[in-house]
T-cell receptor
Framework: EAQVTQNPRYLITVTGKKLTVTCSQN?????MSWYRQDPGLGLRQIYY???????DKGDVPEGYKVSRKEKRNFPLILESPSPNQTSLYFC????????????FGSGTQLSVL | AQKITQTQPGMFVQEKEAVTLDCTYD???????LFWYKQPSSGEMIFLIY??????QNATEGRYSLNFQKARKSANLVISASQLGDSAMYFC?????????????FGTGTRLLVSP
């Protein structure tokens, strides 16, 4: 079954404690992306990757890091989380192309205290 | 500038009626794609329908259709015969050629509530 697997589903942490949200896809998609969803703001892109070792900033990259060492994996790293990073995070992937729909992971609800 | 505008924070419809969710977009590209996603209360993002800028026919997928008016830069989602399970957040999104297809930009969403 084609899927994007994101873990953990829920995460509560404290300010400054480094964390990683994992994302893996089994469809051999070139394109992967991270979004955060906040009430009234929709989904905003954090980082994206067009292929292995190719990553670039989205609209809200501050405070986040990513890596793409393997095609299937695209972890999101918060080196020093702050309360304003409390949000619902989604990983998504697709093939290249204008009409290629994004397939989303199930989301990670992060709370930073 | 906002690329995707969804002006209806919330919509209310009775079961079996049709409802239109508005979406306008801003682009200078000639080639772009428009998407609609559904997010039920469980939180997952579900793809509904796609419309390409060069598609002459409005896209349809079952009870979903996209009312595409290119000159007005609008891509409204029409849900026919609403069902209780249609209650959810709905997001409009756009992909442009000039970003190398790298960005799928989303609107702020419309919450639809379907009543019995």
């Amino acid at each position: 079954e084609a899927q994007v697997t994101q873990n953990p589903r829920y995460l509560i942490t404290v300010t400054g404690k480094k964390l990683t949200v994992t994302c893996s896809q089994n469809m051999n998609h070139e394109y992967m992306s991270w979004y955060r969803q906040d009430p009234g703001l929709g989904l905003r892109q954090i980082y994206y990757s067009m292929n292995v070792e190719v990553t670039d900033k989205g609209d809200v990259p501050e405070g986040y890091k990513v890596s793409r060492k393997e095609k299937r994996n695209f972890p999101l790293i918060l080196e020093s989380p702050s309360p304003n990073q409390t949000s619902l995070y989604f990983c998504a992937s697709s093939s290249r192309g204008l009409s290629e729909k994004l397939l989303f992971g199930s989301g990670t609800q992060l709370s930073v205290l | 500038a906002q690329k995707i505008t969804q002006t209806q924070p919330g919509m209310f419809v009775q079961e079996k009626e049709a409802v239109t969710l508005d979406c306008t977009y801003d682009t200078s590209d000639q080639s772009y794609g428009l998407f609609w996603y559904k997010q039920p209360s469980s939180g997952e993002m579900i793809f509904l329908i796609y419309q390409g800028s060069y598609d002459e026919q409005n896209a349809t997928e079952g009870r979903y259709s996209l009312n595409f008016q290119k000159a007005r830069k609008s891509a409204n989602l029409v849900i026919s015969a609403s069902q209780l399970g249609d209650s959810a957040m709905y997001f409009c999104a756009m992909r442009e050629v000039n970003t190398g297809f790298q960005k799928l930009v989303f609107g702020t969403g419309t919450r639809l509530l379907v009543s019995p």
